[in-house]
Each structure stands twice: as structure tokens, then as C-alpha cells.
């Protein structure tokens, strides 16, 4: 907002005193919120409960928020820049010989503040979560302000190795100097679509860079002879899409290992929600021809096939990725092995259900603690996920019942459902 008001008139110290206060401000009240709900769970645990860690368990937990926030702020730095701008500065850069050292010497000392600030935060709950294995208090004191610590000094230097990457410098003016113009304009378009989606509540130039994103990494084949029929060229594409977004999938199967410690720490039921929810975003990482498909009319009427046919082809190699995902997500909750495949096929049916176009008017606004909100904005991150959330709640019901051959049916026609509905 302050970026916004400079456009009209420059900020006094009055509003950059404000700005900072609020930042700092927000910061230190989640870190509290976040310590109060876990750092006496942590700190002074009750061992007379399951799910108590031991020492050990503590560490591994500490290393796996570590490595998840590594590469978490890595992907964000990746998207956001550093060297970015907005769109009226980007476009003045790529025509002017000026110094862009010195014209974007804003963007990267508060980009360097920000990933300093989220690397320093990150690092003191990886400290909170380290110092539950130790006994004496000053010393997880001591060990939660030293990670706190390196993970600051960790946020500097990936902030510093992504302008290395955009201009091949780590010195800042000259790496700033040597930013190529496809960069700089990349990234100025994801800042200014994460702000627009932050201020009007509005997704839609995030799904517009998503699926631009997706569609580039696709690239270009030529066609030949022998692929087979129109579902078998389908079938050998999609699995070739599948095999170059292979480091994306992986990236996104880090949610398992989230799975995992929630069903240890919280218990089966927080377990089975959090892998119904980590395999579908697994799903999706996966399904990325199935989601261009079902999202696009015009395509769906262009190939002489039936729709539902090619459908099903596309979901075959998401089903696959979704099926051994969910059994992952399972493995620490003492669950039977059908509870993969329903717990797979239904994440992929919520999938399916969340490519239906939802009306574009915002709906009914509720009145909350945190504001207005939208019900219309509440359906479109709800529509889809809700599904994989019932096939976990149904998993655990069938598990108390013993209703196990019933369920590994039920989740194949689940999908066979989704995938078989008309469609508009």
C-alpha cells in the first residue's frame, strides 16, 4: 500500500515509521501466537501422552521444518525476484540505458529485509521445535535465539543466490546491472499479481500466471507417426508432461512428511485430514493435462472423442502419483491399505470437482472478527478439497466399522463419478 501511495506522493516519516510499526507488529503477534500453542506442548511436554516425541523425534521434526522452509523461501525468491519491479518500472527499464543499479536498489534492499525476516522467524520455530529434546531451559533457550539466528543469515544468502541467479553476480549493483529483461519482467508480474490478489481478495491474475506457467513448461513437440490412437497419444503425452514437471511433483510429495508428523503429534483424525489435503495438492501438482482439459470448453468440443474417455486416460497417471502419495501420508497411522486407494481417489475426484467454473459474482458477505468475507470467495478455495476431506472422514468411519472391501470400491467410483458427469 505505502508502494502504491509513492505513485501519488512521496511517504513522510510518519507513514514509513507506521508501516514498519504494523510490519513488526503483525510479525511479533503470529511468532507469539505460534510459541503459545506450541512452545509449552514443546518445551515442557507431557510424556504420559502418545503422542510425546522423544528426543530424537524432536530433532527430526526440527530438520523437517527446516528443509521445508529452505525450499519453501527458495520457490517464493525464485517467483518474486528479487530484482522485480512493477509494471510501469519495468517497462521503462527495458527501454532505458539508465543505471539499473541504482534505479532498483528499493526493490532489493527490501526484498533482502523481507527473506532476512522470514528466514529469521522460520528459524526460531525450527528452534522451538529442536528445543523440545532438551532438558534445561536456558539452553533451549539459547539453541531456539541461535537458530533464529542462522535462519536469518540462511534468508540473506538465498535472497542473495536468487540475484545470482537472475544477473550471475552476487554483488547486488552488478548482478543488478546484468538482469535480463524476461526476468525482470516475470517477476514484477508475480509481485504485482500476489499484491493485487492481497488487496482485492481476488485470485484470478494468480491463476492467470499459473496456467501461463504450465503451459510454457509444456513446450513443443513435433508430431509423428506411431503414438498410437487418439487416447494412446493422449495417454503418451500426458505421461511425458508428467516426466518434465517430475521435480514439481516431488517438491510437492514434502507435504507427506507433514502428514506424517501431524498424525504422530495430533492424532489420526489431524493425520488423515492433513494427508487428505497433502494428496490433493499432490494431485494437482500431477494432473496438470486433466485440469487443461476439463477447464477448457472449446478443447473438449475440438477432439473427436468422447469427452469422458480422454478424461479418463488423463487421470490415469494422477492416479497413480495421488494412490502412492496417500499411502505415504498413511504409513505412521496404523491404517489398512485400502485406505491409500480411497484416500488417492478421492483427493483426484476433488480435483476433478474443483475444475467446475464457479459464478463470478462474490455471493453473500459474512461479517467475521478478521472482516468481510465473501462466501463466494470461501466456495472457491473450499470447492474441490472438500471432497478429499470427506473421503478421509469416511476412511476413518469405515476403519471403525471394518468396512474395508466396501471402501475400495467406493473410491473408484467416486472418481468414475466425477469423471463421468456431463459437463457444460
Known sequence: MRAQRGAIHGAGWGQVLQDWYVGLFTAATLLTMVFAGTGGAILTPDCADSTCLSSGGYQAVAAGLAVAGVLALALLLRLAGPASGDSARAVWLLAAPADRAVLLRGPLLRMLALGSLVGGVWGLLV?????????????????????????????????????????????????????????????????????????????????????????????????????????????VHEMRALRRCSGRVI???????????????????????????????????????????????????????????????????????????????????????WGGVLLGCGALAGLVRSCDPLPPELGLVLTSPVGAIPTGLIMRFVHGPDLALGAGLVLLAAHALELGLVMVLLGPALLAWQLMRPRP
Open 251 to 337: 517438491l510437492s510429495s514434502g507435504t507427506c512428511v507433514v502428514a506424517l508428523v501431524a498424525g504422530v503429534l495430533l492424532g489420526r483424525l489431524i493425520g488423515v485430514l492433513v494427508a487428505s489435503a497433502a494428496t490433493f495438492l499432490i494431485a494437482r501438482a500431477a494432473a496438470g493435462g486433466l485440469r487443461a482439459w476439463l477447464g477448457s470448453p472449446g478443447l473438449r468440443r475440438a477432439v473427436p472423442t468422447p469427452p469422458e474417455a480422454v478424461a479418463a486416460v488423463l487421470a490415469l497417471p494422477a492416479l497413480v502419483v495421488s494412490v502412492v502419495a496417500a499411502m505415504l501420508s498413511l504409513l505412521g497411522l496404523g491404517l489398512p491399505w
Open 127 to 235: 528452534g522451538i521445535a529442536a528445543a523440545g529434546g532438551v532438558g534445561d531451559p536456558a539452553v533451549a533457550i539459547g539453541s531456539v535465539v541461535l537458530i533464529g539466528v542462522v535462519g536469518l543469515l540462511v534468508g540473506a544468502l538465498l535472497v542473495h543466490l536468487t540475484l545470482w541467479r537472475q544477473g550471475g553476480s552476487l554483488a547486488p549493483a552488478s548482478a543488478a546491472r546484468g538482469v535480463r529483461d524476461a526476468e525482470l519482467a516475470r517477476a514484477g508480474q508475480v509481485v504485482g499479481a500476489v499484491t493485487a490478489a492481497t488487496i482485492m481478495l481476488d485470485s484470478t491474475a494468480l491463476d492467470v500466471l499459473a496456467t501461463r506457467s504450465r503451459l510454457a513448461r509444456r513446450g513443443r513437440f513435433a508430431s509423428r507417426p506411431g503414438a498410437g490412437g487418439a487416447l494412446m497419444g493422449v495417454l
